[in-house]
Nanobody
């Protein structure tokens, strides 16, 4: 059974940092690319970052370039999103996603507010 479980969200002030984690199970994690998506209230879901199965290819949406870092630890079946210099417009539910398999985690809420 495939499972993706995110954690690390919370309330943070503008300019703050959070590190999201996604633990994967039930499939050969190191064989698949992974992505982080986010969805803010009233908005469409947006791809934030992607990483290939080996970690050699990484992409970011323009609005997070230079602030967010996606990474993975294949030995631990873990996907990460380090988010620095957070802005109110980063407020959303963040979810991890398996490329090709199409599985989603339940999401973790990130709220950036003073």
């Amino acid at each position: 059974q495939v499972r993706l479980v995110e954690s690390g969200g919370g309330l943070v002030q503008p300019g703050g940092s959070l590190r999201l984690s996604c633990v994967a199970s039930g499939f050969p994690f190191s064989n698949y690319g992974m992505k982080w998506f986010r969805q803010a209230p009233g908005k469409e879901r947006e791809q934030v970052a992607s990483i290939s199965n080996t970690g050699s290819t990484i992409t970011y949406t323009d609005s997070v370039k230079g602030r967010f870092t996606i990474s993975r630890d294949n030995a631990k079946n873990m996907l990460y999103l380090q988010m620095n210099n957070l802005k109110p417009e980063d407020t959303a539910v963040y979810s991890c996603y398996t490329v090709l398999l199409g599985y989603w985690g339940q999401g973790t809420q990130v709220t950036v507010s003073s």
